[in-house]
């Protein structure tokens, strides 16, 4: 399931990157008494009553500046509000309400998304008494914290993760399957959804750069449902320009990768696999998402009797840390297999989705370790107990065992490997978590 995201939104100078770095547990945003220090979105996972979800700090939101900088920070702070399933609005207990919150709540309660109000910096029962004015703020129950100190930081979180959406909510809802569609520029990503979709949906164009925002699209095959992204193509980091419009269309790039169900990898089969492409799909392997890596323009390629198994070779090498991702070979522009595309798709979000029995897992776990005996270090050797499953998308296990440190990288990746290819995790990642017997 996708984590919930939480936008911390706010005027500047309020205390955001504080009350950001009390709900990462770290010192991750740079912390300065000065207005303006967080210029961009910063992202960080964290976990509260056993959800665990992403927040996003932002820059201080000045609507009525004209100043440059500023402008580009409200940008940012309205894509995270947006993107996100529930805002934190911070506001400053000890100056009282400001002319500029005021403007920003006027924005938030235009998002209709839910609202946490934070009043921060209240150290003092008088400013805990003055507190009740935020609620002409009009965006709901004002909860008072410190966040320089840590105080309220419990009671805040709480009223936040009634807001997401419920475990496993998605499955039980029959929710549509999301692919996002991505890869370099001019690879043929909007070629490949308007194949798909069988229209012209999206512009299609050889110049670079074309799509530039995260398009969504909903479809329906076979009785099932589908929503397919098309996403801008995503260049080295180096060659974009900060705060411009691609800038923007790879930051929702990311973010459709973050929320999909699967994601289909365009490669430029003139170009062969290049440097960026690994990247991006190291992105998504990163993320746990099942991944289809797509050859396209496979008809401009001349081919001989080995053509397909030197490209195949050549992916092998190159992602060599997703060998789980089955590759198709196609051409958007004909329509040659891009159907075969989508049939990969409902199997590896299928293989995503698969549950092990607990007994099964250990049965095969055991001659997995009968055939071969586990590392050891300085007379010690790994004791494998047992496993369980704990979660999907991506399968996940934990393996109990005596001592954690004795684990040896090469006997995880066998053990990953064996679990993959014995219950077919064929195009999803898995993650293997190893636990001292105790903990």
Same mark, same amino acid.
Request: charged fraction near 30%.
């Given at each position: =399931?996708?984590?919930?995201?939480?936008?911390?939104?706010?005027?500047?100078?309020?205390?955001?990157?504080?009350?950001?770095?009390?709900?990462?547990?770290?010192?991750?945003?740079?912390?300065?008494?000065?207005?303006?220090?967080?210029?961009?979105?910063?992202?960080?996972?964290?976990?509260?009553?056993?959800?665990? $979800?992403?927040?996003?700090?932002?820059?201080?939101?000045?609507?009525?500046?004209?100043?440059? *900088?500023?402008?580009?920070?409200?940008?940012?702070?309205?894509?995270?509000?947006?993107?996100?399933?529930?805002?934190?609005?911070?506001?400053?207990?000890?100056?009282?309400?400001?002319?500029?919150?005021?403007?920003?709540?006027?924005?938030? +309660?235009?998002?209709?998304?839910?609202?946490?109000?934070?009043?921060?910096?209240?150290?003092?029962?008088?400013?805990?008494?003055?507190?009740?004015?935020?609620?002409?703020?009009?965006?709901?129950?004002?909860?008072?914290?410190?966040?320089?100190? /840590?105080?309220?930081? /419990?009671?805040?979180?709480?009223?936040?993760?009634?807001?997401?959406?419920?475990? /496993?909510?998605?499955?039980?809802?029959?929710?549509?399957?999301?692919?996002?569609?991505?890869?370099?520029?001019?690879?043929?990503?909007?070629?490949?959804?308007?194949?798909?979709?069988?229209?012209?949906?999206?512009?299609?164009?050889?110049?670079?750069?074309?799509?530039?925002?995260?398009?969504?699209?909903?479809?329906?095959?076979?009785?099932?449902?589908?929503?397919?992204?098309?996403?801008?193509?995503?260049?080295?980091?180096?060659? *974009?320009?900060?705060?411009?419009? &691609?800038?923007?269309?790879?930051?929702?790039?990311?973010?459709?990768?973050?929320?999909?169900?699967?994601?289909?990898?365009?490669?430029?089969?003139?170009?062969?696999?290049? &440097?960026?492409?690994?990247?991006?799909?190291?992105?998504?392997?990163?993320?746990?998402?099942?991944?289809?890596?797509?050859?396209?323009?496979?008809?401009?390629?001349?081919?001989?009797? #080995?053509?397909?198994?030197? #490209?195949?070779?050549?992916?092998?090498?190159?992602?060599?840390?997703?060998?789980?991702?089955?590759?198709? #070979?196609?051409?958007?522009?004909?329509?040659?297999?891009?159907?075969?595309?989508?049939?990969?798709?409902?199997?590896?979000?299928?293989?995503?989705? +698969?549950?092990?029995?607990? /007994?099964?897992?250990?049965?095969?776990?055991?001659?997995?370790?009968?055939?071969?005996?586990?590392?050891?270090?300085?007379?010690?050797?790994?004791?494998?107990?047992?496993?369980?499953?704990?979660?999907?998308?991506?399968?996940? $296990?934990?393996?109990?065992?005596?001592?954690?440190?004795?684990?040896?990288?090469?006997?995880?990746?066998?053990?990953?490997?064996?679990?993959?290819?014995?219950?077919?995790? =064929?195009?999803?990642?898995?993650?293997?978590?190893?636990?001292? +017997?105790?903990?």
């Amino acid at each position: =399931m996708t984590k919930p995201l939480v936008a911390i939104l706010g005027r500047p100078n309020v205390g955001k990157s504080t009350v950001f770095n009390r709900i990462v547990g770290g010192r991750i945003s740079i912390v300065e008494n000065v207005p303006g220090v967080t210029r961009d979105r910063i992202y960080a996972d964290a976990e509260w009553r056993n959800r665990k $979800f992403t927040v996003i700090d932002t820059g201080g939101m000045e609507p009525q500046s004209a100043d440059g *900088i500023y402008r580009q920070m409200l940008i940012q702070a309205q894509l995270a509000a947006e993107t996100s399933d529930v805002i934190i609005f911070i506001v400053d207990g000890r100056e009282g309400i400001n002319p500029t919150d005021i403007e920003v709540a006027h924005f938030i +309660r235009k998002t209709k998304k839910p609202v946490v109000l934070a009043v921060n910096k209240i150290d003092t029962i008088r400013q805990e008494a003055d507190a009740a004015e935020f609620y002409t703020l009009g965006v709901g129950t004002p909860f008072l914290i410190s966040a320089e100190h /840590g105080l309220g930081i /419990g009671e805040m979180l709480d009223e936040a993760v009634l807001h997401f959406p419920k475990p /496993g909510a998605e499955e039980e809802d029959g929710e549509s399957i999301r692919i996002a569609v991505v890869g370099k520029p001019n690879a043929g990503k909007s070629s490949l959804v308007n194949a798909i979709l069988c229209e012209e949906r999206t512009i299609v164009s050889e110049a670079p750069g074309t799509t530039r925002d995260a398009i969504d699209t909903p479809f329906e095959r076979e009785g099932k449902k589908y929503v397919i992204i098309d996403t801008a193509g995503i260049r080295k980091k180096r060659s *974009i320009e900060e705060q411009s419009v &691609e800038y923007y269309g790879v930051v929702r790039a990311f973010a459709a990768i973050r929320r999909c169900d699967a994601a289909l990898l365009v490669i430029d089969a003139c170009d062969g696999v290049t &440097e960026q492409d690994v990247k991006i799909g190291g992105f998504v392997h990163e993320e746990g998402k099942p991944c289809v890596i797509v050859m396209n323009k496979w008809d401009k390629i001349e081919k001989d009797t #080995f053509t397909v198994e030197r #490209f195949k070779q050549d992916i092998k090498r190159d992602f060599a840390f997703m060998d789980y991702a089955p590759e198709v #070979f196609i051409s958007a522009k004909t329509g040659q297999r891009v159907n075969k595309a989508l049939e990969m798709v409902d199997i590896i979000c299928q293989n995503a989705e +698969r549950r092990i029995p607990t /007994g099964v897992l250990n049965e095969v776990l055991s001659q997995m370790v009968s055939a071969r005996q586990p590392p050891s270090d300085k007379g010690r050797r790994l004791k494998i107990f047992y496993g369980t499953q704990v979660s999907v998308k991506p399968p996940t $296990f934990v393996i109990f065992v005596n001592n954690s440190d004795l684990m040896h990288y090469s006997y995880l990746r066998y053990l990953e490997n064996n679990f993959r290819d014995t219950f077919d995790f =064929m195009g999803t990642p898995i993650r293997l978590k190893l636990r001292n +017997r105790g903990e």
